[in-house]
């Protein structure tokens, strides 16, 4: 049986891994950030995250809100 715990943990999206060639990388997304919108949209989820990455196109602008630690990020970069 879930509990609140496990229900909320399905609904964040922490970054599990970051190329480090990758321009997130350069903009400073980091392992263990948790992301919580993409693009002025709530990120509700990893199946949420999924959907609106894959919405974007090579050469767009990307803007991520994550928190890390008790910070909060503001992370852009291209699309490539």
Do not use: C
């Not at 263990?32 to 050469?59: C, E, R, S, W, Y």
Request: net charge positive; no cysteine.
């Amino acid at each position: 049986q879930e509990t609140s715990a496990d229900q909320a943990d399905a609904k964040e999206t922490y970054v599990q891994w970051v190329d480090p060639q990758s321009p997130a990388a350069m903009a400073g997304l980091k392992v263990g950030d948790k992301i919580t919108h993409l693009n002025d949209q709530h990120v509700d989820g990893p199946d949420a995250f999924v959907k609106l990455a894959n919405k974007l196109k090579k050469g767009d602008a990307v803007n991520l809100r994550a928190r890390r630690e008790s910070q909060r990020i503001f992370i852009f970069f291209q699309h490539r």
